[in-house]
């Protein structure tokens, strides 16, 4: 069974810096083919796709957001964090990650609400 | 980058009746094409990959078409479940994904 979660803090001020961690299990991440990506999705809005990072530490980024993102994974803990810089109120909105295996977002987590806010 | 256009952006009918959503690529994605499923408070589903291929344990009442720029996805038969609002992504520009604005299906 597969499954993902997602953790980090709730409430961020302007400026801050957001960490968040997905925790997986049922895959891994050293499997070829294999990627985890972070999905976001606005209070009432669309999904927006921000980043992705693949079983051989292959990187990708959401061009509008690539300076302010960083993804990383530890495959020993089943674990990628993804780091964004500068947060802001507009980037207020539930955080997904999800499994890619092999081409889409076949696996999601439950998302986690993360509101800027001062 | 490629842009998604979803039509319509509601669509209002009642179990029981065919429900025909449609998606469009700004540019040619192949068959690079994928739709979802969000319920409220939900994260999404994946329901179709590659166009027209139902993911694992999706009924098959969800049928996807199209290639190229112009694709569908269709419900045979709506049931109360599938009142949700609907995606469509694409990994052609890979691996830079995008999703569509979505289309919420409600209830008539």
């Known amino acids: 069974q597969i499954t993902l979660k997602e953790s980090g803090p709730t409430l961020v001020k302007p400026t801050q810096t957001l960490t968040l961690t997905c925790t997986f299990s049922?895959?891994?991440?050293?499997?070829?083919?294999?990627?985890v990506g972070w999905i976001r999705q606005p209070p009432g809005k669309a999904l927006e796709w921000l980043a992705l990072?693949?079983?051989?530490?292959?990187?990708r980024y959401s061009p509008s957001l690539k300076s302010r993102l960083t993804i990383t994974k530890d495959t020993s803990k089943n674990q990628v964090v993804l780091t964004m810089t500068n947060m802001d109120p507009v980037d207020t909105a539930t955080y997904y990650c999800a499994g890619v295996i092999p081409y889409y977002f076949d696996y999601w987590g439950q998302g986690t609400l993360v509101t800027v806010s001062s | 980058e490629i842009v998604l256009t979803q039509s319509p952006a509601t669509l209002s009918l009642s179990p029981g009746e065919r429900a025909t959503l449609s998606c469009r690529a700004s540019?040619?994605?192949?068959?690079?094409l994928a739709w979802y499923q969000q319920k409220p408070g939900q994260a999404p589903r994946l329901l179709i990959y590659d166009a027209s291929n139902r993911a694992t344990g999706i009924p098959a009442r969800f049928s996807g078409s199209g290639s190229g720029t112009d694709f569908t996805l269709t419900i045979s038969s709506l049931e109360p479940e599938d009142f949700a609002v609907y995606y469509c992504?694409?990994?052609?520009?890979?691996?830079?994904?995008?999703f569509g604005q979505g289309t919420k299906l409600e209830i008539k």
């Open positions: 990072i693949y079983w051989n530490d292959d990187k």
């Open positions: 540019q040619s994605v192949s068959s690079y």
């Open positions: 992504q694409q990994r052609s520009n890979w691996p830079r994904y995008t």
């Open positions: 049922g895959f891994s991440l050293s499997t070829s083919g294999v990627g």
